[in-house]
C-alpha cells in the first residue's frame, strides 16, 4: 500500500506542478490571459502541498526522486498536451531519471523491510 501512495502522490505532485507552470507559461508567453497565471500559481501551492503528503519524512529525499518524476512528466505532458515528439534520448533519459528517482524513493523503504523480516 505504501509504494502505490508514494506513486499515487507523485503522479498528483507532477499534475499541479508540470500544470501550474504551464498555466504560467501560457499566461506569459502565449498572452491567454492573467487567470491563467493566477490557476497556476494555485496549482503550484497545491504541489507544495501533495508533496509534503509523502510518507517519508526526508524532503531532500521526497524532491530529489520527486526530480525524476518531473523530468518523465515533463515529456508526457509536451507529448499530450504540446504535441511533443521526443528524441530516443529523451526517452533514455527520462528512463535513467525514473531509475534514479526509484532507487532514492523506494531502497530505504526496502532496506528496512528486509532488515525487519530478518529479525
Not at 8 to 22: D, H, K, P, T, Y
Not at 23 to 41: D, I, S, Y
Request: proline share 3%.
Amino acid at each position: 500500500m505504501t509504494v502505490f501512495r508514494i506513486v499515487v502522490l507523485f503522479v498528483l505532485a507532477a499534475i499541479a506542478e508540470i500544470g501550474g507552470a504551464w498555466l504560467v507559461w501560457q499566461a506569459v508567453k502565449e498572452n491567454r490571459g492573467w487567470l491563467f497565471a493566477v490557476f497556476g500559481v494555485m496549482a503550484l501551492g497545491a504541489y507544495g502541498f501533495i508533496a509534503a503528503l509523502q510518507p517519508d519524512a526526508n524532503f531532500g529525499r521526497v524532491l530529489a526522486a520527486y526530480g525524476g518524476i518531473f523530468i518523465a512528466g515533463s515529456l508526457a505532458w509536451g507529448i499530450i498536451v504540446d504535441g511533443f515528439a521526443p528524441t530516443v534520448w529523451d526517452w533514455v533519459g527520462s528512463a535513467v531519471a525514473l531509475i534514479g528517482a526509484a532507487i532514492i524513493i523506494l531502497a530505504p523503504a526496502l532496506t528496512s523491510a528486509t532488515a525487519d523480516a530478518g529479525a
